[in-house]
């Protein structure tokens, strides 16, 4: 005779891996922290100044 096994079980354990996944690609894909934004942020505002101040102004 075959195992026998409990679907609901078996689905939820499914679901919980595709959760797994999902949460995965998701730290990979939103992974930084505010820090990291934050600093980000400043170092393209920092660039864009440097670009505005060396402008040449005829």
Not at 8 to 14: G, Q, V, Y
Not at 18 to 25: H, L, P, Q, R, S
Not at 32 to 40: L, M, Q
Request: no cysteine; proline share 0%.
């Amino acid at each position: 005779m075959a195992d026998l096994i409990n679907l609901n079980k078996a689905r939820k354990a499914r679901e919980r891996a595709a959760a797994k996944d999902k949460a995965a690609e998701n730290r990979v894909r939103f992974g930084r922290t505010k820090g990291e934004r934050a600093v980000s942020r400043l170092e393209a505002e920092r660039a864009r100044r440097d670009i505005e101040g060396k402008k040449r102004e005829d």
